[in-house]
Antibody, heavy 119, light 105 residues
Framework: EVQLVESGGGLVQPGGSLRLSCAAS????????MTWVRQAPGKGLEWVAN????????YYVDSVKGRFTISRDNAKNSLYLQMNSLRAEDTAVYYC????????????WGRGTLVTVSS | YELTQPPSVSVSPGQTASITCSGD??????ASWYQQKPGQSPVMVIY???KRPSGIPERFSGSNSGNTATLTISGTQAMDEADYYC?????????FGTGTKVTVL
């Protein structure tokens, strides 16, 4: 079955760190750009970061630059998001997704993992 | 870069719903559209302005010109009630629209 499964979310204090994982199965993971998208409670979608197949290109939304790091392990079919210096405004459901070729459309989505930043 | 959508659209069953997405020179970029039902992950319904992914009903169509992209749902069904988001790329920065709640009355 083609799927993405996120894990690693939870409750963390402001200033803390968390590492999200996304396990891919059913498709050739190393053929795809990958991305993280988040959604704060009751709010809209926000793109967070992209990573190229070989990790040579990475892009971030301004609000997470210098705090979040996207990475991947093609041997393990896994995508990661290391989140440091977390803030209350980072509270959201975090989704991983594949990016389709050509126009980078968000092709396949995971179910998401909830990150709550609170004291 | 910003993409603006109407907060809500109401439509009667069987009628046509049109959702607009406005952004500066949006027609020069590719737009895609995502449907999200409560408690679920988003699902792509249109990509590259007007292409439908496999499994998406023909009643979903898209267009993009000038500063506006439009998602049209023809013969709207109760199952189409959801939030809809447009999306485009400004260089390598991803931007989602503000979202539109479609209510089927």
């Amino acid at each position: 079955e083609v799927q993405l499964v996120e894990s690693g979310g939870g409750l963390v204090q402001p200033g803390g760190s968390l590492r999200l994982s996304c396990a891919a199965s059913g498709f050739t993971f190393n053929s795809y750009w990958m991305t993280w998208v988040r959604q704060a409670p009751g709010k809209g979608l926000e793109w967070v970061a992209n990573i190229k197949q070989d990790e040579n290109e990475k892009y971030y939304v301004d609000s997470v630059k210098g705090r979040f790091t996207i990475s991947r392990d093609n041997a393990k079919n896994s995508l990661y998001l290391q989140m440091n210096s977390l803030r209350a405004e980072d509270t959201a459901v975090y989704y991983c997704a594949t990016l389709g070729a050509g126009d980078w459309h968000f092709d396949l989505w995971g179910r998401g993992t909830l990150v709550t930043v609170s004291s | 870069y910003e993409l603006t959508q109407p907060p809500s659209v109401s439509v009667s069953p069987g009628q046509t719903a049109s959702i607009t997405c406005s952004g500066d020179k949006l027609g020069d970029k590719y737009a895609s559209w995502y449907q999200q039902k409560p408690g679920q992950s988003p699902v792509m319904v249109i990509y590259q302005d007007r292409k439908r992914p496999s499994g998406i009903p023909e009643r979903f169509s898209g267009s993009n010109s000038g500063n506006t992209a439009t998602l049209t749902i023809s013969g709207t069904q109760a199952m189409d009630e959801a939030d809809y988001y447009c999306q485009a790329w400004d260089s390598s920065t991803g931007v989602f629209g503000t979202g539109t709640k479609v209510t089927v009355l």
